[in-house]
């Protein structure tokens, strides 16, 4: 998003996508996973494994038409700690289905790519805050 | 104003346990990090709906580089704080928001 005004981008639609990031981000609730390797590791070709997390979708037990379920994933200065991000409305949904993290990934990612994603310890969903700022 | 380079990481520098960045304080002397060479840094765009508090500003550097094919030779960082934007034109009225700033 541009910060300068341009003949395409004016000063009141800069600052109504600014108002739209602010609420965006506002909303977003935080959930930590713990054992997972770094999110550019590949789980099939030319596919990283967050690709395969940013394609995750509503469980479809809500009842409601299925959605992305994250808005982003991130690495934090933990090398196997992982912070995903996602919507407050989506935040139930999301514990639910990483509360069974480490079987969802052997289902769907194969064996093959296994030594790229997890440690030694299964993953799991981290219930303490870690400093995920790096820089 | 002056530019240096060195070795110690920038969280070293701007420690508030270091001698330097007390005598820094004291002296009332600011630095700002920049990546390249360059005497100021003019903030041109954020990231819409990245999340300053996680954001691996690294990653995202190489990623952005590697996305949109963008070569060494145009250099930019970025950076996390808050900007503020006119709410309309002509009105010093501002809105203010933290983002990830991209700076060239």
């Known amino acids: 998003m541009p910060l300068l005004k341009s ?22 609730k935080r959930v930590f996973l713990q054992n997972i390797k770094d999110l550019h590791s590949s789980i099939g070709p030319n596919f990283t494994l967050r690709q395969g997390f940013c394609g995750m979708e509503t469980s479809p037990s ?5 959605e992305i379920l994250l808005h982003f994933i991130h690495n934090t200065s933990v090398p196997t700690t992982k912070v995903a991000l996602t ?6 949904n999301a514990v639910s289905q990483f509360s069974v993290i ?9 064996p093959d790519y296994y030594l790229n994603v997890f440690t030694t310890e299964p993953p799991q969903v981290q219930s303490q805050h ?6 | 104003m002056i530019q240096f380079q060195c070795s110690s990481t920038w969280s070293e520098l701007k420690s508030p346990s270091s001698s330097f960045f007390r005598w820094l304080k004291l002296n009332k002397v600011y630095l700002f990090y920049t990546k390249f060479k360059n005497s100021t840094l003019v903030p041109c765009g954020f990231l819409h709906g990245a999340h300053p508090g996680y954001l691996h500003l690294d990653e995202a550097e190489d990623e952005i ?12 960082q970025l950076s ?25």
């Open chain 1, 7 to 28: 003949k395409e981008w004016s000063v009141t639609k800069i600052c109504h996508l600014a108002k739209v990031h602010r609420q965006l981000i506002q909303d977003l």
């Open chain 1, 62 to 66: 809500t009842g409601k038409p299925k």
């Open chain 1, 87 to 92: 919507k407050s409305a989506l935040y139930d």
């Open chain 1, 102 to 110: 480490a079987g969802l990934l052997k289902e769907k990612i194969s």
């Open chain 1, 130 to 135: 870690v400093d995920s700022v790096s820089s």
């Open chain 2, 65 to 76: 580089r590697k996305y949109l094919n963008i070569t060494n030779e145009l250099e930019f």
């Open chain 2, 80 to 104: 996390l704080r808050t900007i503020s934007v006119p709410i309309m034109e002509g009105n010093p009225e501002k809105f203010a928001f933290p983002a990830v700033v991209v700076k060239t």
